[in-house]
């Protein structure tokens, strides 16, 4: 055991591995020339000049503007934040009722265990789509409790726990077929119909579906066979597991309720996400009312509602912690003036890529991009306006153009350590980064070679 503790201790956990990035991008930002593109006006929009790239002074960018980054980091993130701390207690109220757990068990007896991964399609089928249409990519976040702990009471490890949602949400928000943050505002940008080519990203969202359940499945089915094939095998300080008999738990009239009242609130925020243009407040406020109905029906006191809330924020305060400090990184570059001059860099060599791996080539800037720019909208709005006008150049279309960007900016989310959804469920799981990237980086290459093949497919048929 204390080997094992030793070993464990060598691994930075998420939090230590961002505040190390910080430093690390704060060292290359300074030793980076400063750069900036101009912005015009166009159809009453602000854009950037794709010709207008030039080197500029740096800003002043003293030691004392370094260190306060983490602050501002965690005030530019704080309504995502908030939002995250409020749903979190919610579903804490709504787990700690034993209707989640009720309805799994149920299920288990109904079906047996050996069609347990049944459960599991139905969650990635769930977080897909709430990435893929409404775009709520740290929505899930939240979940995180719920997902670990459905995990562990069928027979799984941490690592399926987190697999599941986490790769869910990210293939739907990668494929997009209605993404308002990806898709909406790129084809905004481009001047295309909103949403137009939704059935060529729909079969992208089939596919990576497809792939990743074929990946996920079987890695769930060894760990349940045989424990001592996870990724997490001897890996001391993981979040212990949860013994839970399944055989023994009831889902009574009350918890048939409760389920309900989540699944009525869940809906409710997913249909006023797309139709309604629900932000974080109103999600937020939802959740908060549907979890004191939860309470009332579990026959809860008003105290013991207000404990369990603010225990299921106290368990996901490091994830929400990590989220501020990976939009550090992100101010840190903005200060220092070289986000501009990293997009510049970058670009300037696909002129030289020949035409049908084009887009390919976009697609594999806008990876590395999104390191520096985690953020979709952000990201779109830092580089489209280079990437649409170069693409028209170069003889690929603007969607062909806004699907590459799609896919550099949605499939590396599973591998950076600055990705919010990410960092989020490995903090609360207390997984190590490394062991991590063991079980995932198969397959983030294969989902790469899968959206370069879209992307080639894309310019032989001369997608519009």
């Known amino acids: 055991m204390e080997r094992n503790a030793s070993k464990r201790s060598l691994m930075p956990n998420a939090i230590v591995l961002l505040m190390l ?53 965690l005030s530019a993130a704080g309504p995502l934040i908030f939002m995250i701390l409020m749903i979190g207690g919610s579903i804490k109220v709504f787990e700690s009722t034993g209707a989640i757990t009720g309805v799994v068990a149920a299920f288990a007896r109904r079906f047996g265990s050996n069609r347990s991964s049944w459960v599991l399609v139905l969650i990635f089928s769930f977080f897909a789509i709430l990435g893929a249409f409404p775009g709520m990519l740290e929505a899930a976040i939240p979940f995180a409790p719920i997902c670990v702990t459905i995990a562990l009471a069928l027979g799984y490890d941490v ?123 109103q999600r937020s406020a939802f959740f908060l009312l549907g979890a004191v109905a939860a309470g009332l029906v579990a026959r809860y006191t008003p105290n013991r509602i207000a404990d369990v809330f603010v225990e299921g924020g106290r368990s996901i305060y490091a994830g929400v912690l990590s989220i501020g400090l990976a939009r550090a990184l992100s101010v840190i570059m903005e200060k220092s ?5 990293v997009i510049h860099a970058l670009s300037s060599p696909l002129k030289d890529v020949p035409t049908t791996f084009t887009a390919s080539a976009m697609f594999a800037v806008q990876t590395v991009i999104n390191f520096f720019i985690p953020s979709g ?56 980064f490394s062991k991590w990237l063991r079980f995932i980086m198969p397959y983030v290459l294969i989902s790469w070679l899968v959206a370069a093949a879209f992307t080639v497919g894309a310019v032989l048929l001369h997608w519009q």
């Open 21 to 73: 990035l910080i430093v690390v991008v704060g060292a290359v930002s300074m030793l980076t020339p400063a750069g900036r593109y101009e912005s015009v006006m166009v159809n009453g929009k602000k854009v950037i000049d794709p010709l207008s790239f030039h080197y500029t002074e740096r800003p002043a960018f003293s030691f004392v503007d370094f260190v306060s980054t983490v602050h501002q980091g």
């Open 337 to 341: 003036g070289v986000i501009d001059t």
């Open 159 to 281: 690592i399926v726990g987190i697999a599941t949602p986490v790769v869910a949400v990210v293939i739907g928000w990668t494929a997009g077929p209605t993404n308002p943050w990806t898709v909406g505002t790129g084809q905004t940008m481009a001047g295309l119909p909103i949403f137009s080519g939704m059935g060529y990203r729909t079969l992208v969202l089939v596919v990576l579906w497809a792939v990743s359940l074929a990946y996920i499945l079987p890695y769930a089915a060894r760990v349940k066979r045989r424990p001592s094939s996870s990724v997490l095998w001897k890996v001391d300080g993981v979040l212990e597991e949860k013994h839970v008999d399944l055989e023994e738990c009831p889902f009574t009239f009350a918890h048939k309720v409760i389920l309900l009242i989540f699944l009525a609130v869940l809906g409710l925020t997913v249909y006023g996400a797309v139709y309604w243009g629900w932000k974080n407040a």
């Open 377 to 432: 909208s952000g990201q779109a709005m830092a580089t489209l306006p280079i990437m649409l006008p170069m693409a028209e150049i170069l003889g690929v279309s603007k969607q062909t153009a806004i699907l590459a960007f799609q896919f550099g900016d949605g499939l590396s989310n599973l591998c950076y350590p600055a990705v919010a959804v990410l960092v989020g469920y490995l903090t609360y799981a207390r997984v190590p």
